[in-house]
């Protein structure tokens, strides 16, 4: 992504999203993007797959410019985005359905996912039957189900309770380590700072609108990462500090973290 701009017109003008934004995400790469409300994170989302167009700048998949949906990336949502008439089953499958996968394919594929999150037993079961915890990991074997070589994950923890959230963020942590397993890539936007620094490899940091990289963390901390620790306790504080005050020191004791382009 280069030099990336948004802005949409209203009746009072126009209102720019976000500017120039740059980064790139690598192979085997798990970003994590935080930044206040209204800085263009989700939107930042819509525009890597191709659900929207930028102002300006351009937006590139292993170098070719993404003009259209990219079927190569698949999404998990903050509210589930589940279809209530449709089973487990039925929406997991929807991905698969609508690239015209044969049926064949499409049974031994949603039977694999359903697996790996932990919803055997419930094929059959509608959203309504399921917990918030339940929901969220039929959005995640959706999205699995199509093998996209990026996952893009907006809010996906944080219309559940703080056990469940918690729960879920260590099974996806043991997804993404397996390489049995796609994705290649993961992008997570979250207001959360914690469960950035938890879960990802790298933070972008987004200014105020109209969003800006403010800085990228490396984040170096072994896994899994304990919150409690004084290097994490302080890292968390620098990147809280540089989305409020716009700027900061990394403290020398979270030296196992370091701040790079992004």
């Known amino acids: 992504m280069t030099d990336v701009d948004k802005s949409f017109a209203s009746r009072h003008g126009t209102i720019s999203i976000m500017s120039g934004i740059t980064f790139s995400v690598a192979d085997n790469d798990f970003l994590a993007i935080v930044g206040p ?14 659900l929207d167009r930028p102002t300006a700048g351009t937006i590139r998949f292993r170098g070719k410019p993404i003009t259209s949906v990219a079927q190569q990336m698949a999404m998990v949502f903050q509210n589930f985005a589940l279809f209530p ?35 055997v037993g419930f094929e059959e079961a509608y959203p309504r039957e ?18 996209p070589a990026v996952l893009l994950m907006d809010e996906p923890f944080s219309a559940l309770n ?19 397993l796609p994705p290649e890539a993961v992008i997570l ?17 987004l200014s105020r609108r109209p969003g800006r990289v403010l800085a990228g963390v ?29 700027g900061a020191k990394l403290p020398e004791t979270a030296g196992s973290a370091a701040v790079r382009p992004p």
């Open 37 to 50: 409300s209204g800085c263009g994170k989700s939107t930042l989302l819509r525009l890597i797959q191709g």
């Open 85 to 119: 008439w449709l089973t487990v089953k039925q929406n997991v499958a929807l991905g698969l359905e609508a690239r015209g996968a044969a049926p064949e394919r499409i049974e031994a594929v949603v039977e694999r996912y359903i697996g790996v999150t932990g919803l």
């Open 162 to 180: 703080a056990l469940t959230a918690e729960s879920l963020r260590e099974e996806v942590l043991q997804l993404w380590q397996d390489p049995a």
């Open 130 to 147: 399921l917990s918030g915890g339940m929901r969220q990991r039929v959005g995640l074997a959706r999205a699995l189900a199509v093998e």
């Open 218 to 246: 490396l984040v170096r901390l072994p896994r899994p990462r304990d919150r409690k620790s004084a290097a994490f306790y302080e890292l968390t504080d620098y990147v809280y500090s540089l989305i409020t005050e716009g």
């Open 189 to 205: 936007v979250t207001h959360n700072i914690e469960e950035a620094l938890l879960m990802a490899d790298r933070v972008l940091v």
